[in-house]
C-alpha cells in the first residue's frame, strides 16, 4: 500500500519560480527519501533526511521534515524546463514506500 | 554509487505466457531486495518483499501464486509474472538494500511489460 498523499498532484509553473511540494506520511520512518522520475523512466534519487534532521539542503533543492506532523516538503528554487518530471518522496521504516507524488510542469 | 540492474528491461509476450524478469546488485549484497510495480501515470507500488534464502513476503492484494519471486542469492532476485494477462502490463522496478549500509536502497531502472 501507499504511504500517504503528496499535493499538489500536478503543478505547473514558469521557468525562473519556485516549486513546493509537500507530502505527508502516515506510520513512523527512519529517514525520507525524495525521488524524481521523467516519463516513462526509472527513478534518480534526489535526496535524504534522517528522522532526527528537520532540514537539507542539495544545490536547488531545500527538504523539510516535521515528524510531528508526519510531513515534508521538497522546494525546488530558480526552476528550469529540465525539472519538469515526477517527484515522490518515499518513506524508509524498513521498506521503501512511495507517495502519490507530483507532477511537475515547468514551462520555458 | 551502487547499481542494479534488471533484465530484461522491456519485454512483450502473448497472453498467457510467463514471463522472468532478473535483478541484481552489481557490486554490493542484497539480503533483502523489493519488487514495485507501477501502472501509467500512477505511484509506484510495493508488491513484496525477498529476502535471500527465505520466501517472500507479499503485500495486501497480491496473487503470490501469480508473480513467483525467488531471491536465491545475495546478488539475484527474479520475479515471474504467471499466466500474464493484459492488465499485467506494467513497470516493473525492483530494489536491493545494501546489507553494509542498511540506510540505503537502490533502485534498478526497471522493465516494462506488454501483455497482448
Known amino acids: 500500500s501507499q504511504q500517504g498523499e503528496e499535493d499538489p498532484q500536478a503543478l505547473s509553473i514558469q521557468e525562473g519560480e519556485n516549486a513546493t511540494m509537500n507530502c505527508s506520511y502516515k506510520?513512523?520512518?527512519?529517514?525520507l527519501q525524495w525521488y524524481r522520475q521523467n516519463s516513462g523512466r526509472g527513478l534518480v534519487h534526489l535526496i535524504l533526511?534522517?528522522?532526527?534532521?528537520r532540514e537539507k539542503h542539495s544545490g536547488r533543492l531545500r527538504v523539510t521534515l516535521d515528524t510531528s506532523k508526519k510531513s515534508s516538503s521538497l522546494l525546488i528554487t530558480a526552476s528550469r524546463a529540465a525539472d519538469t518530471a515526477s517527484y515522490f518522496c518515499?518513506?524508509?521504516?524498513?521498506?521503501?514506500?512511495f507517495g502519490a507524488g507530483t507532477r511537475l510542469t515547468v514551462k520555458p | 554509487g551502487a547499481v542494479v540492474s534488471q533484465h530484461p528491461s522491456w519485454v512483450i509476450c502473448k497472453s498467457g505466457t510467463s514471463v522472468k524478469i532478473e535483478c541484481r546488485s552489481l557490486?554490493?549484497?542484497?539480503?533483502?531486495m523489493f519488487w514495485y510495480r507501477q501502472f501509467p501515470k500512477q505511484s509506484l507500488m510495493l508488491m513484496a518483499t525477498?529476502?535471500?534464502?527465505?520466501?517472500?513476503?507479499?503485500e495486501q492484494g497480491v496473487e503470490k501464486d501469480k508473480f513467483l519471486i525467488n531471491h536465491a542469492s545475495l546478488t539475484l532476485s527474479t520475479l515471474t509474472v504467471t499466466s500474464a494477462h493484459p492488465e499485467d502490463s506494467s513497470f516493473y522496478i525492483c530494489?536491493?538494500?545494501?546489507?553494509?549500509?542498511?540506510?540505503?536502497?537502490?533502485f534498478g531502472p526497471g522493465t516494462r511489460l506488454l501483455v497482448l
Open positions: 530494489s536491493a538494500r545494501d546489507w553494509a549500509s542498511q540506510e540505503t536502497q537502490y
Open positions: 506510520t513512523s520512518i527512519n529517514n
Open positions: 533526511i534522517r528522522s532526527n534532521e
Open positions: 518515499a518513506t524508509d521504516g524498513g521498506d521503501m514506500r
Open positions: 557490486d554490493f549484497q542484497a539480503t533483502t
Open positions: 525477498s529476502n535471500e534464502g527465505s520466501k517472500a513476503t507479499y
